[in-house]
């Protein structure tokens, strides 16, 4: 089902059940740190699928991950190459700056396309070929600053990777729900994904003595932060 409830139309061949099986290209950052995430979550569900008898599932790409290293141009390439086998189904990359042009391309194909963890809302606004699996940006920035009022916290520190539409989309999301929460915002700083020293933020937030610090970055780099914030304290 598309973003508003309704049946997808497909206007490629019609979904084969029962006996049959289902193609499907699968598109991933191999290299990188959310490559990892996805490599590990692979595991062997087609085997799990398939074992269940009924509905098969092949994977094509000689059954491999096609690694669109987190850039916009590579996924386009990634996409086309997957599209020459023809397909059922697109299980398409997690990163939003490679899904939104990917999903352009899928729905004037008429190609379903399925996100696992690209978050930005306007992918599945493209069309009704083109889903998802996982929360959109403003929703978890909603749901962080909810979670901070059942803390109990009166004031905020926000530290966002200025070069990176995930964290940007996360932090303008926290920041127009907070103040509607009763939050103030005490500080607002800027890092870059590359950023491995945060001490000139964090001395900054924690000088605030803001109640939390609101940092919507990837896991690679937010213990960094959190140790330097403590380490202050």
Known sequence: YSKNGRRCHCK?????????????????????????????????EKEEINALGGYQIEILNGGNLADDASDSKQAIN??????????????????????????????????????????????????????????????????????AVSQEWK??????????????GLKDAFVESAPEDGIEILYTGECTTKDTDFSAQVSQAVASEADMIFFPCFYDVVPLLVQQARDLQ
């Not at 499907?24 to 692979?42: A, L, T």
């Not at 004031?155 to 940007?168: G, L």
């Open 12 to 44: 490629r061949k019609p979904w084969k059940y029962q006996k049959s099986y289902n193609e499907r290209g699968r598109m991933y950052h191999v290299s990188g740190i959310v490559g990892i995430v996805q490599q590990k979550v692979r595991g062997d």
């Open 78 to 147: 990634v996409y086309n190459s997957l599209m020459a086998e023809d397909p059922d189904v697109l299980i398409a990359t997690y990163n939003s700056a490679c899904a939104l042009p990917m999903a352009e391309l899928a729905q004037k194909d008429g190609m379903v396309m399925v996100v696992p963890g690209a978050t930005n809302y306007a992918i599945t606004e493209t069309g009704d070929h083109i889903f998802r699996t996982c929360f959109i940006d403003p929703y978890q920035g909603k749901m962080a600053s909810k979670f």
């Open 155 to 168: 004031t905020a520190a926000v530290i966002y990777a200025k070069d990176d539409d995930y964290s940007n």
